[in-house]
């Protein structure tokens, strides 16, 4: 696996016996490589910035824990493979994590469109996050996903702005319901610059 791969292929899944036996390792030195990659955001929600590892990791563990065999690898190759940063792109899973069922009925049931409202502001500018178009995230009712898939679309200029070192990037989301704002650490910036080939 290398920082610069842009796609899980066929060829890159180990087989399950033998991913067995390597889990625990690649569990605990992905813990490593996510924690620059994971950025809280208010109560509630957190951003975890995606790459070939994750990805490789969470198709791996899809077909450890559901057992599909050789039938299941294209459809999880299918769903992981739009997260891998490609060229001048940022990816996250943006979570809302709410233990309390209540209290998580309540929020994600004012979080409609949450998604059309995250960005980054680079250098005074906004650039706006693009949902994963596989489903809608918002529910006909107005109820988000706790979940939701977003790509950051840097022009090269944006991108060599961001990797350039003590840059300032905000992370933010205006939703009326969720308007919170955070600077990315250098560390953050730093590890995240790496997905721009």
Do not use: C
């Amino acid at each position: 696996m290398t920082v610069m791969a842009k796609e899980i292929t066929r060829a890159d899944i180990l087989d399950m016996a033998e991913y067995g036996k390597i889990r625990a390792d690649k569990r605990r030195a992905l813990v490593a490589v996510k924690r620059n990659r994971r950025v809280p955001l208010g109560p509630h929600a957190t951003f975890y910035f995606e790459s070939y590892e994750t990805m490789w990791q969470q198709v791996h563990e899809m077909l450890f824990i559901e057992r599909g065999g050789e039938e299941q690898i294209p459809d999880e190759l299918d769903a992981y493979n739009p997260l891998i940063p490609k060229g001048r792109e940022l990816v996250a899973t943006l979570m809302f994590e709410i233990d309390n069922p209540v209290l998580r009925k309540t929020v994600l049931g004012g979080l409609g469109g949450v998604e059309e409202t995250v960005f980054m502001r680079l250098d005074g500018e906004d650039i706006m996050a693009r949902a994963e178009a596989d489903v809608d995230r918002t529910s006909a009712e107005g109820k988000a996903s706790s979940v939701q898939f977003l790509h950051f679309d840097f022009t090269d200029a944006q991108a060599a702005a961001f990797a350039r070192p003590g840059a300032e990037v905000t992370l933010g989301v205006r939703h009326p319901a969720y308007a919170h704002m955070t600077v990315l650490t250098d560390a953050v910036r730093a590890e995240l610059a790496q997905d721009f080939d």
